[in-house]
């Protein structure tokens, strides 16, 4: 059980450090006139698996019966793992400039979510 509370722990890290650079890069990549491209799109794919992998970790610690501090941390997970797939199936026919722009703003959203998780547990 130890195991998973460290694997949790440290995929909330990772989480907020990736989504943080990725929605920087994007933020930076837009703002030189880019639009979503290979690199940043694979980037927000790894991000997505990143959120995944959390989120899956953190049901197996609730299965197991550990339980976070709030139900609000619940929230946050759900938020987390639902926001960039929502986006994506509301631009992906729309301009890629814009969905650049949006993607890196949930990237960045998703950071302050597993900040707000990880003071939520």
């Not at 899956?56 to 619940?74: N, Q, S």
Request: aromatic share 10%; proline share 2%.
């Amino acid at each position: 059980m130890n195991i998973l509370f460290v694997l949790h722990d440290r995929l909330a890290v990772s989480m907020v450090l990736f989504m943080g650079v990725a929605g920087v890069w994007g933020l930076i990549a837009y703002a030189r006139g880019g639009r979503l491209g290979g690199s940043l799109a694979g980037t927000f794919v790894i991000g997505q698996m990143l959120v995944t992998l959390q989120v899956l970790a953190g049901v197996v610690l609730a299965v197991a019966g550990a339980r976070p501090a709030g139900m609000v941390h619940y929230l946050y997970g759900v938020t987390a793992v639902l926001v960039l797939p929502f986006a994506w199936s509301f631009l992906r026919e729309r301009d890629q400039r814009q969905a650049l722009l949006v993607y890196s703003l949930i990237a960045l959203f998703v950071a302050g979510l597993a900040i707000r998780g990880i003071t939520t547990a």
